[in-house]
């Protein structure tokens, strides 16, 4: 099949992801599932084409050097595409992640109200966390594009690559992307602060470095966005801080304290209707109880300070408990995707609100 008919299948059938391999059948992913499409098996060559008709040409160059290379692509008034090519048993591989041409609205992905509301922050870090497939990205584009719509802002993305494109508002937006604008997360952070940025997205925060000059910027009164592939807010305060050699943890903490606005982690449930993912979201907020709670070296303490709540905060399984009861996700779902599955079961079968919230941080 030509690759632009597989495409037009993924989005027809509403599916996520489509995954080209020698000796399969193209798969897309549907409501989290993998399916194979009604098609023949495909050939090396069929690949290998593929990747010449679409790719730009950094992106050919960085899969023969790293053997591996990520890179966007539109299909014209139908979707944009993240790609990821790759080498499988020396065979070349391709991995499409399907991203609207329309950028969601809050309402539409049912998120927490307050992510709203951290948003709008006038200042600091915020960091959506979550692994691969969470939604990380979407989440982010719903932030900008709220920004967008309110503030009259200079916003300024470095991404790896383009997912969604946003088109000026009352804002006005420069979306850089690695290999054709710039070479690196670090030398675009570095150069938007001369570029009178009031806001800031990384894509990633992948090493100390980045990280670091992320907190200056914070602190010089910007807002910065990015993600981290940590699984909930605690682990991404202890990722961030193990980044840094020993001898820098203490001021890293004190950075962290003052500058950390929010962490937002995702995973996606799969919705009661079979089709729809619905996602589950951790909210860490800056308060000062978190904000000492990381400034005293702690970080085993901020799930109790999530726990309870405080400034629209939640924990993964107080969301789960929620959905659960508002019949968005099914019993088993909720338990497949708990951090405590023994004291969500409980609370399933009756247990109070308190009693939840002190068995969560058991």
Same mark, same amino acid.
């Given at each position: ?19 080209? /391999? ?93 992510? &709203? ?21 979407? +989440? ?16 300024? +993305? ?19 992307? $690695?290999?054709?604008? +710039? ?21 990633? $925060? ?41 001898? &820098? ?32 979201? &951790? ?30 905060? /939640? ?11 508002? &019949? ?10 708990? +951090? ?23």
């Amino acid at each position: 099949m030509e690759l632009v008919r597989l495409l037009e299948a993924l989005v027809k059938l509403g599916g996520s992801d489509l995954h080209l /391999q020698a000796g399969s059948a193209p798969m897309v992913r549907l409501g989290g599932d993998l399916k194979p499409l009604e098609a023949p098996p495909l050939e090396d060559s069929n690949i290998r084409e593929y990747m010449q008709q679409m790719s730009p040409a950094h992106a050919q160059i960085r899969l023969e050097e790293h053997r591996t290379a990520d890179f966007g692509f539109e299909m014209a008034g139908a979707a944009r595409f993240r790609v990821n090519a790759f080498y499988e048993r020396h065979r070349l591989a391709l991995a499409f992640r399907r991203i609207p041409l329309q950028i969601p609205q809050f309402a539409d992905l049912r998120l927490p109200k307050v992510i &709203e509301e951290i948003a709008m922050a006038p200042r600091g870090l915020v960091l959506v966390t979550g692994t691969t497939g969470s939604g990380k990205s979407t +989440t982010l584009a719903a932030m900008i594009d709220l920004i967008n719509s309110k503030r009259r802002d200079r916003i300024i +993305t470095i991404e790896d690559p383009i997912e969604f494109v946003h088109a000026n508002r009352k804002s006005l937006i420069a979306q850089r992307e $690695l290999g054709q604008d +710039t070479p690196s997360f670090l030398d675009s952070l570095r150069a938007a602060l001369r570029q009178d940025p009031d806001v800031i997205l990384v894509g990633e $925060l992948r090493d100390a470095e980045t990280m670091r000059t992320a907190l200056q910027a914070a602190d010089t009164g910007h807002v910065v966005f990015s993600t981290m592939h940590t699984t909930n807010a605690p682990q991404t305060v202890q990722r961030m801080i193990a980044l840094f050699p020993p001898a &820098e943890r203490d001021l890293l903490r004190m950075q962290l304290a003052a500058n950390l606005e929010a962490v937002i982690s995702q995973r996606l449930a799969r919705a009661r209707n079979g089709r729809d993912r619905v996602p589950v979201v &951790e909210v860490m907020r800056s308060t000062a109880v978190v904000r000492k709670i990381i400034a005293e070296q702690e970080p085993t303490l901020l799930t109790q300070a999530i726990a309870n709540q405080d400034s629209g905060m /939640q924990l993964f399984d107080q969301h789960l408990a929620r959905l659960y009861k508002e &019949e968005l996700i099914a019993g088993t779902e909720a338990l497949r995707l708990a +951090t405590n599955a023994e004291a969500l079961a409980m609370m399933m079968r009756g247990l109070s609100t308190r009693d939840l919230q002190t068995s969560l941080v058991s």
